[in-house]
C-alpha cells in the first residue's frame, strides 16, 4: 500500500513561491508509475478543493482558477510528485494534500482517491 510525505510548505510573502513535494513509499516503480497523482488544499471549514491531477503519460489536468500560477509534475524515478505555486495570494493559505489511485478519470476529485499525506501547511501573507 502506497503512503505519501507531503514536505516544502511554509510561510511565504503575496507574490513568492514554493515548491511542494509528495514523496510516496512502499510501491515498486512499475505500480508508481501506474498511479494517477494529484494534490488538493483544504482550508478549515470549507471542502477539500482539487487542484491538478497528472496521469500516467504526464498529461495534467488542473483547476480552471489556479492554471498559469499553478503547475504539477511528477519525477517517477524519484517517487517524488510536485507542485510548483506561483504568485502565491493570501487566499491561498490552506492545508495542501498530495493524493494517489488508479480511477478511471485521472481529474482531482476528492472522491476519487484513497491513498492520502498528511498534509503540508501553505501559509501566504499579504
Known amino acids: 500500500q502506497v503512503q505519501l510525505q507531503e514536505s516544502g510548505g511554509g510561510s511565504v510573502q503575496a507574490g513568492g513561491s514554493l515548491r511542494l513535494s509528495c514523496a510516496a513509499s512502499?510501491?515498486?516503480?512499475?505500480?508508481?508509475?501506474?498511479?494517477?497523482l494529484a494534490w488538493f488544499r483544504q482550508v478549515p471549514g470549507k471542502e477539500r478543493e482539487g487542484i491538478a491531477a497528472i496521469d500516467t503519460d504526464g498529461s495534467a489536468r488542473s483547476t480552471d482558477s489556479l492554471k498559469g500560477r499553478f503547475t504539477i509534475s511528477r519525477d517517477n524515478a524519484k517517487y517524488i510528485l510536485y507542485l510548483e505555486m506561483n504568485n502565491l495570494k493570501p487566499e491561498d493559505t490552506a492545508m495542501y494534500y498530495c493524493?494517489?489511485?488508479?480511477?478511471?478519470?485521472?481529474?482531482?476529485?476528492?472522491?476519487?482517491?484513497?491513498?492520502w499525506g498528511q498534509g503540508t501547511q501553505v501559509t501566504v501573507s499579504s
Open positions: 493524493a494517489a489511485d488508479r480511477p478511471f478519470h485521472c481529474n482531482p476529485q476528492p472522491k476519487s482517491f484513497d491513498y
Open positions: 512502499g510501491i515498486d516503480l512499475r505500480d508508481y508509475r501506474s498511479l494517477c
